[in-house]
Every structure is written in structure tokens, then in C-alpha cells.
């Protein structure tokens, strides 16, 4: 009862959409139709700029460890912190509040992880940096990190079913959110990540 109500609270928490919430009270606009149409950190850097990619990123990485916080309180271990990741993940990708649209669950997964399996999830955010840093692909970065996460944990850490089935789930579903920006990786046509240019919102 304990897990799905870890599940619950942390999806309910993952709803909340930053993205969507600064674009609406400061651009009065939505995000999602804009840019990529993802209300994550990226396009709101490429559609709002740094300073509200900063609030998105710290938003979305705030919510995911208070879910955690929540699952080690109901469940306790790493196994509440991770079922209570998984919710909010899960809450970011399809957010009941904003119809099931959202963004695509990296900062909301390096948050709460963080506070989960902390030298694996930086490790991961290790291996984001590097490859963002050679390809300038955030994409990329973002979809090797999610395929190097679940590896950093199972390898590291005791056998354990639920966190194991749990940390390869998210991890995958992280990969699949980025289909498209795959296709364009395979095509030469992402985007390039340019810290020095700022589209304006409309």
C-alpha cells in the first residue's frame, strides 16, 4: 500500500510542470508549443533563455527529491527513494495536470537519483558532460547518461529486484522519450547546443 502510494504522491508531484507554469506567467505563452515542443530545461533555453532554463532545471530537479524524500518517509531505503523517483519521472513525461504532455524527465531524474544513488547519478552527469562537451548535442548527452545510469547502479550496488527492474524502466524510458531527437542525430540535423544565442519568447 505503502509503494503505491509512494507511486502516487511522487507521480502527483512530477506533474507539476515548471516549464509550463514560467512560460504561461512570464511569456504567456506555452512552452509546448514552442521550440521542441518539451517544456524541459533545453527548450526553455532555446525559447525563454538561461535564466529561466535555470528555474525549469532547478524546478523540475526540486520536485523529484521531494518525491524521494517521500518514498524514504512511506517505504524507507533505497527502495522508497526510488519508487518516488520513478512516480515523479513518470509525473514529468505525462503530466495529469497539463494533459499528459511534458518534458522528457532528465533534470527531474538527476534530482531525485541524486538523492538516491548519489556518486552514480553523478557519474552519469559525468558522462552527460562529456559527450554535450564533444558533440555540443545535448541530446546526445542527455541519452547517454540515461544509458549509463542504470549500468552505474547495477554494477555498484546489491542485487536487488524492484531497484533493478525500477533503475533499467527509467533509464529506458529516458532513451525513448528522445526518438526524435535520435532520428535527427542519425539525419545530421539536431540542434546544437549555443549558450550564446537566446531566441526570443513570443
Do not use: C
Not at 56 to 81: P, S, W
Not at 160 to 166: E, K, Q
Amino acid at each position: 500500500m505503502y509503494m503505491a502510494l509512494t507511486l502516487l504522491l511522487g507521480y502527483l508531484l512530477g506533474s507539476i510542470s515548471t516549464g509550463v507554469l514560467l512560460s504561461r506567467q512570464f511569456a504567456h505563452t506555452d512552452i509546448r508549443s514552442q521550440g521542441s515542443g518539451n517544456s524541459g530545461t533545453t527548450n526553455m533555453l532555446r525559447v525563454m533563455g538561461k535564466k529561466y532554463a535555470l528555474l525549469t532545471f532547478a524546478g523540475d530537479m526540486l520536485k523529484g527529491i521531494l518525491a524521494v524524500l517521500i518514498g524514504k518517509l512511506l517505504v524507507g531505503g533505497a527502495v522508497g527513494g526510488m519508487l518516488g523517483a520513478t512516480g515523479a519521472i513518470l509525473g514529468h513525461n505525462f503530466p495529469v495536470f497539463f494533459g499528459f504532455k511534458g518534458g522528457k524527465g532528465i533534470a527531474t531524474s538527476f534530482g531525485s537519483l541524486l538523492f538516491v544513488f548519489p556518486l552514480q547519478a553523478l557519474a552519469a552527469f559525468g558522462v552527460f558532460l562529456l559527450v554535450v562537451a564533444i558533440t555540443r548535442y545535448v541530446s546526445a548527452g542527455s541519452i547517454a547518461a540515461a544509458a549509463s545510469l542504470p549500468v552505474f547502479i547495477l554494477l555498484t550496488t546489491p542485487p536487488d529486484p524492484i531497484i533493478g527492474t525500477l533503475s533499467v524502466a527509467v533509464g529506458l524510458l529516458a532513451i525513448l522519450r528522445h526518438h526524435q531527437n535520435i532520428k535527427r542525430l542519425l539525419n545530421h540535423t539536431e540542434s546544437k547546443l549555443n549558450l550564446g544565442s537566446k531566441k526570443k519568447s513570443a
